[in-house]
Structure formats: structure tokens, C-alpha cells
């Protein structure tokens, strides 16, 4: 008895810690909430503890979890609030973006680019929206798209801009878990390039010096070449990402500094 009153005891701790740890994200929430779901299977599948200890470690369990689910509908209600504010947000941006023109950017003397980069980084930094207007983030991406090509902006300086406006917002909200996921995309599609671009190299020797063969050859290496440039372009990925976090961390150390200093 006295063994599983322990054991219950210690499944209290663990939800006490729960408790305590600071959740930011929707599925710090959800994965948290399956804990607390296994955690009470474990409780009620503990044996007997003696009658004088059942009520009162019973009760601590049962408020112990009703804390958690309290702190769990907190957050829920202030994220439905701001979730409707990053909507308006999200919406007065489309709207701004839908209006914009060459004439404009060019009355303004706003550099393409830079109006780009700053627009998607103020996109990105507003955050999700409720789940009936999830809707405007594909229109976003899709109009966007439409505008490059109307503002004749780079379409590789478009997708490198986007890629940089995603990863800057991933590592200023701490996203480590998505960082990696990315980081782990990008590195099988670099293996697997560098592999076929490896098997292009050796299968060169195929092509005689015969010119029957001349244009069959000039398709292959224009391929491989191909390859080639998508292997730097991952590389690049990788190197950017690096020196995002790198940049968002020197940043943060110098807010740092410059607080403790006033």
C-alpha cells in the first residue's frame, strides 16, 4: 500500500511540473494535454493505498489536474482574442498589398526588393489566424505570386527573399523543432542531388567523341549542370539558415547588453 501511495505521489510531482513549464505554441498544448491524458490512466491504474490516504491524495490529483486544464483554457481564451486581431492585421495587409503598384513603389523610390523582404517578414511576424479565416494565408502567397510578376520582381530573388522571411520568423519565435524539420528537408534533398549528380558524372563516359552523339550530350550535361546549381542553391539554404540564427542570437545579445546597461 505504502509503495503505491509513493507512486501516486510521484505522478502528482510530475503534473506539478506541467504545471510549471511555460508553453507558447498551440501544440506545446496539445502535446502536453496526451502527458496529463497518460498520466491519469497511470494514477487510477496505481493499486491500493491505504483508506486513511485515498481522499486527500485523490483530491490533491484531481486539483492538481484541474490547475493544468485552468491554465489550458486561459491560454485558449486571450489566443481566440488575439487570433482575431492578427485577422484584421492580416486582412489590412492583403488589402495594402492588392493596391500596390509600380507607380507606387516607384513614387515612394521603395526598392523592390526590400519592400518585398519587409512585407513578408510583417506577414509572417502577425501570426495564425482563427481557424474560419485560415483561408487569407494561401490568398496572400497567391497574390503575392501575381505581383511579382506584375512588379517584374526576380522570380529566384522572390522564393530566396520568401525562404529567408520564413527562417528569420522560425528562429525569432524559437522554433527549433521546425528549423530542424527544415534543415533535415533540405539535407535528403541534398544527398539525394549530389548522388545523382555523382552517377551523371561516372555515366559521362558513355558519350563517344562521335558527332551522332552530339546532342544526346548537350542534354545530359545541361541536366547535370542543372544538378549542380541545385546543389549550391540547397547549400546556400543551409548557410542562411546558419547565419539567421547567428544574426537573430547577436541581436538578442546586444538588447541584452544595452538593457542591463539602463
Not at 549528380?197 to 552523339?213: A, C, I, P, T, V
Amino acid at each position: 500500500g505504502k509503495k503505491n501511495l509513493n507512486r501516486k505521489e510521484q505522478i502528482i510531482e510530475a503534473v506539478e511540473d506541467l504545471n510549471k513549464q511555460r508553453r507558447t505554441f498551440i501544440d506545446e498544448w496539445r502535446r502536453d494535454v496526451g502527458r496529463i491524458k497518460k498520466i491519469q490512466t497511470d494514477f487510477f491504474n496505481v493499486g491500493f493505498v491505504p483508506l486513511t490516504k485515498k481522499k486527500k491524495v485523490n483530491d490533491l490529483f484531481r486539483k492538481t489536474c484541474n490547475t493544468f486544464f485552468d491554465l489550458r483554457k486561459e491560454y485558449f481564451d486571450k489566443l481566440d482574442g488575439d487570433l482575431e486581431k492578427n485577422y484584421d492585421q492580416k486582412k489590412t495587409l492583403f488589402d495594402k498589398l492588392k493596391d500596390t503598384t509600380a507607380e507606387y513603389l516607384t513614387s515612394q523610390e521603395l526598392n523592390k526588393d526590400q519592400w518585398l523582404s519587409e512585407l513578408m517578414g510583417e506577414w509572417r511576424q502577425i501570426g495564425r489566424c482563427p481557424k474560419k479565416n485560415e483561408s487569407i494565408e494561401n490568398e496572400f502567397w497567391k497574390l503575392l505570386t501575381t505581383k511579382i510578376k506584375e512588379l517584374e520582381i526576380n522570380i529566384d530573388t522572390f522564393k530566396h527573399l520568401k525562404f529567408e522571411s520564413k527562417i528569420e520568423s522560425l528562429v525569432k519565435t524559437q522554433r527549433k523543432d521546425l528549423i530542424e524539420k527544415e534543415e533535415r528537408i533540405i539535407r535528403r534533398d541534398l544527398d539525394t542531388l549530389k548522388q545523382e549528380y555523382e552517377r551523371g558524372l561516372k555515366n559521362q563516359r558513355m558519350f563517344g567523341s562521335k558527332q551522332k552523339n552530339v546532342a544526346l550530350q548537350n542534354t545530359f550535361l545541361n541536366k547535370l549542370s542543372l544538378k549542380e546549381k541545385r546543389i549550391k542553391a540547397l547549400k546556400s539554404k543551409l548557410a542562411l539558415i546558419r547565419s539567421i540564427q547567428k544574426r537573430v542570437q547577436s541581436e538578442g545579445d546586444i538588447r541584452s547588453s544595452e538593457e542591463n546597461k539602463s
